[in-house]
């Protein structure tokens, strides 16, 4: 009851992104019907907009999940968002002010997200399904070389869930020279208790602060 509005994050690959000119609200399913096998008995379609670039994120939310939410927020604002909306408008931001065009790449588990953005236009996103260690090197490969990035010069801004001291981290920068960690958003401020959370971690959490209401 204190909270003027609550977000919800999904994480899943029922979404597909619409130039926000051809948007129509009533057409929403058929879009997603594209990139996607859905449900209408069991599954709720939704959408959300990334304002920087003019474009709707239209996704599904298993309908039990949606109901369960409204019921457990009934006096309280619900917004429900796609994890991809998030990310995109949170690297957007991030890239505010910088020349540089680096690869970003958040790592999730069992997905690997790619974006790339020049002269503060969104250029590439997509996400990967990871079954195995080598599959992170293969897609970022896979990108860069579609985007013309040189593996040994071409920058690479991480996030997401590996540790700066961990094995998968040390065997990642044998084939991605220039890497960095991403750190967390400047728009938001940490109270001390996020001193135990690696700076890198939860960015695409911390990006739903940045999606407005239409």
């Not at 931001?93 to 503060?120: C, M, S, W």
């Not at 990108?143 to 593996?151: I, N, P």
Request: charge should be neutral.
């Amino acid at each position: 009851g204190f909270w003027k509005e609550v977000r919800v994050s999904i994480k899943n690959t029922k979404f597909v992104q619409v130039p926000g000119v051809l948007y129509l609200e009533e057409a929403a399913l058929e879009y997603l019907q594209f990139n996607a096998q859905v449900d209408s008995n069991r599954e709720v379609v939704l959408a959300c907009r990334n304002l920087q670039i003019d474009a709707v994120t239209v996704f599904a939310i298993q309908k039990d999940l949606f109901d369960w939410f409204k019921t457990l927020y009934t006096n309280t604002a619900l917004r429900v968002v796609h994890q991809s909306t998030a990310l995109i408008e949170g690297v957007l931001n991030y890239a505010k002010g910088t020349e540089k065009t680096p690869l970003y790449v958040y790592v999730d588990r069992f997905k690997l997200h790619i974006l790339a953005v020049q002269n503060g236009k969104l250029i590439y996103y997509n996400q990967f399904l990871i079954k195995q260690f080598s599959d992170y090197v293969k897609y970022i490969m896979l990108v860069m070389k579609g985007l013309s990035f040189d593996q040994n010069t071409s920058e690479v801004v991480l996030w997401g869930y590996i540790g700066k001291n961990s094995p998968h981290y040390q065997e990642f920068v044998k084939y991605v020279r220039n890497v960095s960690f991403g750190e967390r958003p400047s728009y938001l401020k940490f109270g001390y208790l996020f001193d135990e959370v690696q700076e890198h971690h939860f960015f695409d959490l911390y990006s739903t602060h940045l999606l407005k209401n239409e």
